[in-house]
């Protein structure tokens, strides 16, 4: 199997599959910063406790989890016509992708966790700001936030390969019925947020689920878009 051949057109543009990413959060982190010096020169050290656990959900982190996150679409958007146009097989580039999203996630986790490592050892790089050490990255130990990242990045590439996949399957009627079901849900979880009393008690007890539940959801997220991609990828029109 010529698993290489796709490996080599996923990685062959460096500066987009690890370039651009690495750049908007240098850029990120950069802004938060300054920022956090601005708050620690107005605001004193009091500030600086506050600002540190305000940050927890800090999204800055999303100038580089929204590039990994978009790869999932773009890996079956543009690779996938591409790959059958050079003779691959379906299979091959079913195999070879999924190498490179386990791989590209395990990267940016080992940043994001190196990156958590140095930020806790420095109090938050000397300003108490929070980038890397966020409830979206993990909060816990350095392990966690490694696992935690890599289930995430390589969940959300699934997801997005599994809706792009059956676009290129289905067409304009499948993004319909997805955008319609979105709105749906969305509405009725807003609805019952502010209509029922029990169903806000519900989602604050869903809050309260231990690190390693919320984990078992996002695993399970990931699986199923990646039964929906595997699926779908042998019979999905290139377009």
């Known amino acids: 199997m010529r698993i290489r051949n796709v490996v080599q057109l996923h990685t062959v543009n460096r500066m987009q599959f690890f370039g651009?990413?690495?750049?908007?959060?240098?850029?990120?982190?950069?802004?938060?910063?300054?920022?956090?010096?601005?708050?620690?020169?107005?605001?004193?050290?009091?500030?600086?406790?506050?600002?540190?656990?305000?940050?927890?959900?800090?999204?800055?982190?999303?100038?580089?989890?929204?590039?990994?996150?978009?790869?999932?679409?773009?890996?079956?958007?543009?690779?996938?016509?591409?790959?059958?146009?050079?003779?691959?097989?379906?299979?091959?580039?079913?195999?070879?992708?999924?190498?490179?999203?386990?791989?590209?996630?395990?990267?940016?986790?080992?940043?994001?966790?190196?990156?958590?490592?140095?930020?806790?050892?420095?109090?938050?790089?000397?300003?108490?700001?929070?980038?890397?050490?966020?409830?979206?990255?993990?909060?816990?130990?350095?392990?966690?936030?490694?696992?935690?990242?890599?289930?995430?990045?390589?969940?959300v590439m699934l997801v997005g390969a599994a809706i792009t996949t059956a676009f290129h399957r289905w067409g304009q009627s499948f993004l319909w019925a997805f955008w319609l079901t979105l709105a749906v849900i969305v509405v009725a979880i807003a609805g019952g947020l502010i209509l029922s009393e029990p169903f806000r008690e519900l989602v604050g007890q869903l809050g309260q689920l231990p690190w390693i539940a919320w984990m078992g959801v996002v695993a399970g997220f990931g699986a199923i878009g990646a039964a929906v991609w595997l699926t779908l990828v042998r019979r999905a029109q290139a377009r």
């Open 20 to 155: 651009w990413p690495l750049v908007f959060m240098t850029l990120s982190l950069a802004l938060v910063l300054v920022i956090g010096g601005l708050v620690l020169g107005v605001g004193g050290p009091d500030a600086r406790e506050g600002m540190h656990n305000g940050m927890q959900w800090n999204g800055a982190i999303f100038a580089v989890l929204g590039p990994l996150i978009g790869f999932g679409f773009t890996a079956m958007g543009q690779y996938f016509p591409l790959a059958l146009g050079l003779g691959l097989t379906r299979r091959e580039f079913a195999v070879g992708t999924s190498l490179v999203f386990v791989g590209y996630a395990a990267f940016f986790a080992t940043v994001f966790t190196i990156g958590k490592a140095i930020e806790s050892a420095t109090g938050g790089f000397g300003l108490g700001i929070r980038f890397f050490d966020t409830y979206y990255t993990g909060v816990g130990a350095w392990w966690q936030t490694a696992i935690q990242s890599f289930l995430v990045i390589l969940a």
